[in-house]
């Protein structure tokens, strides 16, 4: 099958399986996607800088973001109709639909020109995203593509949770295969990697207590490195 044909494969479940929970989603997330809310204290955005969430979801963070930096350029893509609907009726109840806009696009093809502009982005955020993601690794070169020469992706998801010890990863793992989330351990694996080359000045990679998620950022530099 076609790079195409599986992003829309991947587009068609995550509507399935989204169809419902996007009306409890926020409420169930918090207990356990942890870190989101530090990504987004951490952006430090300068005014004017335009910044685009993949897999924005119920656009739970764009809004955030919105508050928090009130003259940033927001925009946010999803694979899934159904949690844009979500997204937008959130976005419209926080009046901010001149700040926020959404568009319905793979994160494998990401580019300004999925919501008309030409400009690159600033910044690109993943949240809980790339677990989700089929292809990540394209994900990530798109994102690297589509970032203005001093531009960042910020990046929170699952570690590999070694430190839960064996029955609790094991549970963990269990339930979130039912949402179809896989956590990308070799992300992990190489950022540490490299950051064991960096030395210990390297500030740009957090590991939540056991080795439940990780937070980091990069350049396009630090993205490319990441996956070669």
């Known amino acids: 099958m076609s790079p195409a044909g599986q992003a829309e494969n991947h587009a068609a479940l995550m509507d399935a399986v989204y169809r419902h929970q996007r009306f409890i989603y926020d409420f169930t997330r918090k207990y356990y996607l942890f870190g989101r809310d530090r990504l987004i204290d951490g952006l430090a955005l300068a ?3 335009r910044v685009v969430e993949v897999g924005c979801g119920t656009a739970r963070n764009l809004i955030r973001m919105a508050r928090r930096y ?3 350029v927001l925009f946010g ?4 109709h159904e949690m844009l609907k979500t997204a937008g009726a959130a976005v419209r109840r926080a009046g901010l639909e001149g700040r926020i806009r959404l568009a319905h696009g793979y994160a494998e093809s990401l580019s300004p020109a999925l919501f008309g502009e030409s400009l690159p982005f600033d910044r ?7 677990s989700m993601i089929p292809d990540w690794n394209q994900s990530l070169r798109a994102a690297a593509a589509a970032l203005s020469e001093t531009g960042l992706v910020h990046v929170v998801d699952f570690g590999d949770l070694e430190g839960l010890g064996r029955l609790g990863r094991k ?3 269990k339930w979130l295969r039912l949402f179809h989330v896989e956590p990308r351990s070799e992300i992990l694996r190489r950022l540490e990697h490299s950051r064991r080359e960096n030395g210990p000045e390297d500030k740009d990679l957090r590991i ?3 080795r439940y998620a990780f937070l980091w950022r990069g350049g396009k530099t630090e993205v490319l490195r990441v996956l070669n």
């Open 171 to 173: 549970a963990l793992l």
């Open 70 to 72: 009130p003259q940033a």
């Open 47 to 49: 005014p004017g800088e």
């Open 208 to 210: 939540v207590p056991g």
């Open 124 to 130: 690109v955020v993943f949240s809980y995203a790339l």
């Open 77 to 80: 893509l999803d694979a899934s």
